[in-house]
């Protein structure tokens, strides 16, 4: 499904990307941990072409995109690239004068060119299908943080990505809204979605991730399946990482249902 090779992103004199190599199935969950300033971000913006890298190669449902000196990419290559992933940041990035439904429809509208009958037709369901069907209406100063977030992964949906990409999607929210946005994405893991998720929140990594890797200043310094990055790594910065997690109880959270 997606397969990275040698990425390099440089932010001025600051190398914050140093040869990344990843291979994510298909219908794999990979979280990627680590401290702040290790280049999560970064990579979930390079892999959606946010930001472009300056070296390396991403391969994505079949398209392949090199970069380097020389390789000047075109709009509509860009555009092609980018309809293959959903992103779902930090932040919401809602537009505050549509509603949630209009919201979720821009995309197929303006970019997909669906119809507007058809594209309506989608949003409902996607906006039920994240339990906001009663709010499709409403603008998102009128909804939670947590209903604003779950709007924004019903538009990533609509684009009928291959990959979704989550940035830290609960970092922004309240402790007690968080658990609904982190049951909306289990769920998707539940129904074969490729996912990637940059996240702090260590039980639904623990959880849900089939993979974890571990970055820190710009490299994966380990990586493996939960049961080893949470009980078996030998990586002496991932056990002070997830010590912290552990003193302050995120571990041991109960804010994601078992079911």
């Known amino acids: 499904m997606l397969k990275i090779s040698e990425l390099h992103k440089s932010f001025g004199q600051t190398e914050v990307l140093r ?11 990979t979280i990627v941990i680590g401290p702040s300033g290790s280049g999560k971000s970064t990579l979930l913006n390079c892999l959606n072409l946010l930001e472009i890298p300056e070296a390396g190669t991403i391969e ?5 995109m090199t970069f380097g000196e020389g390789e000047n990419k075109r709009i509509r290559e860009l555009i092609s ?12 990035h809602l537009f505050p004068h549509r509603t949630a439904l209009e919201n979720v429809i821009e995309g197929l509208v303006v970019v997909k060119r669906w119809n507007r009958i058809d594209a309506t037709k989608r949003g409902k369901a996607l906006l039920e299908k994240v ?26 949906l609509a684009m009928e990505p291959a990959i979704l990409l989550f940035d830290e999607p609960t970092s922004a929210l309240d402790p007690e809204l968080v658990g609904e946005v982190l049951l909306v994405m289990k769920e998707l893991t539940r129904e074969g979605m490729t996912l990637v998720v940059a996240t702090h929140e260590m039980k639904f990594a623990r959880e849900v991730g089939d993979r974890v890797i571990f970055m820190e200043k710009g490299v ?24 912290r997690f552990e003193t302050g109880n995120e571990l041991a959270s109960t804010r994601i249902s078992a079911n």
């Open 60 to 64: 994505l449902d079949g398209l392949r």
């Open 131 to 156: 339990g906001l069907g009663e709010f499709i209406d409403r603008f998102p100063a009128q909804l939670s943080g947590g209903q604003q977030q779950r709007v924004g992964i019903a538009r990533a």
């Open 81 to 92: 690239y980018r309809q293959k992933t959903g992103m779902v940041f930090q932040s919401h």
């Open 19 to 29: 040869g990344i190599d990843l291979h994510v199935a298909k219908g794999q969950t």
């Open 220 to 243: 994966i310094s380990d990586d493996g399946n939960p049961n080893y990055i949470f009980g078996e790594s030998r990586n002496e910065r991932v056990r002070q990482f997830l010590s």
